[in-house]
């Protein structure tokens, strides 16, 4: 028989507690979400942008997803991401996460999900950067991040979960504070020499693996031939590459349809040339073994970011959390719950009840 689910709320710092160290587990996760998105049984609307006349580069965003298999799930992440926020000193974006019962649709959990956004956008990075990797038959030895903010720092930390290790590591950014900020966090974390360069091109000339994590609109790298040594490229903020660079490379997606919309540079591209011809086809083909990167091009991973791995790091940071006994569920959350209104009866009062 169905009944309604406690309510919890799920802070930061649970979620950290629930991520940091566990960066392995979360990868898995993120490679279930894949296959099983990849199988068909998952449910991955499009996301739904709310943005602002007077703050144009400002936008808050929903993702709502289901997610079958054992995971068993529905929810969504709602998203902010105001740009101006980082001049303020505070992140740019912030988030939080509703889980729904897959059986009853009942929200059962509230989480704050700018880490999970975080853990999730890093564990795919890494976890393609893995998976193209070995199918082509290289490892990369020298890393560039271009974008200095906190995906940067998450991206690295997951990268060293998946077992790469790195003897160069080059940072550039439009901002030499935050370029600091980031070479400084990894020279404490990795033995590598890190190197801040002044402009994208010396960074991507001197990287076989290249992460892009701006906040781009449109693209700023022009030129194909700053790709002329076939380096891997983790485009995660989807917006850097022209449409000269994407047609110059060999491209995987997460999701073709989300992918190509939006502005992302491969929608630019499809608008360009009036086909999806470019594209190879999706991190689940590669994990499957059905498309496999060339190592004589450049090879560049574009994930428009699904709702579905949100939904999988969160199901894992709930179950880790119940599993220590820290849920913190909120009493009578759910009150107005029969069809006549019997429930909104005020009980008699009891003694010391306050």
């Known amino acids: 028989m169905s009944r309604i689910p406690s309510f919890a709320v799920i802070s930061g710092a649970q979620v950290h507690h629930a991520t940091a160290g566990q960066e392995q587990a979360v990868i898995t ?182 992460v892009f994590a701006t906040v781009a609109g449109e693209p700023h790298v022009h030129d194909p031939a700053w790709f002329d040594h076939a380096p891997l490229v983790l485009h995660l903020s989807l917006r850097d590459l022209s449409t000269e660079v994407i047609l110059s490379a060999w491209n995987a997606v997460d999701d073709v349809e989300h992918c190509l919309k939006a502005g992302t540079s491969p929608h630019l591209t499809e608008q360009a040339v009036g086909n999806r011809e470019f594209i190879a086809g999706t991190l689940d083909d590669v994990l499957a073994g059905r498309i496999a990167p060339p190592a004589d091009r450049p090879v560049v991973f574009s994930p428009f970011g699904l709702g579905v791995l949100d939904l999988v790091v969160a199901k894992h940071v709930y179950d880790a959390v119940d599993a220590a006994g820290e849920l913190r569920t909120v009493p009578d959350f759910f009150h107005d719950t029969d069809r006549y209104g019997r429930t909104l009866a005020d009980p008699a009062p009891t003694e010391g009840r306050q």
């Open 29 to 210: 996760a993120v490679e279930k979400a894949y296959r099983l998105h990849g199988a068909g049984e998952t449910v991955n609307p499009d996301s739904y942008f709310l943005r602002f006349p007077d703050r144009p580069s400002s936008r808050i965003i929903a993702l709502p997803a289901s997610v079958g298999g054992e995971v068993g799930v529905h929810g969504m992440k709602w998203i902010s991401s105001f740009p101006e926020n980082v001049a303020a000193g505070i992140p740019r974006a912030s988030a939080v996460l509703v889980l729904n019962d897959a059986e009853t649709g009942y929200p059962f959990a509230l989480l704050e999900s700018s880490i999970i956004s975080a853990a999730r956008t890093a564990a795919s990075a890494a976890l393609a950067a893995r998976a193209l990797g070995e199918a082509r038959g290289t490892k990369p030895r020298r890393l560039g991040f271009v974008g200095a903010g906190l995906i940067a720092r998450y991206v690295h930390t997951y990268l060293a979960a998946a077992g790469f290790g790195f003897d160069e590591i080059g940072v550039h950014d439009l901002s030499a504070e935050h370029a600091a900020g980031l070479s400084d966090h990894l020279r404490g974390a990795q033995p590598s020499d890190v190197t801040v360069h002044d402009t994208a091109e010396d960074l991507i000339r001197s990287s076989d693996l290249v």
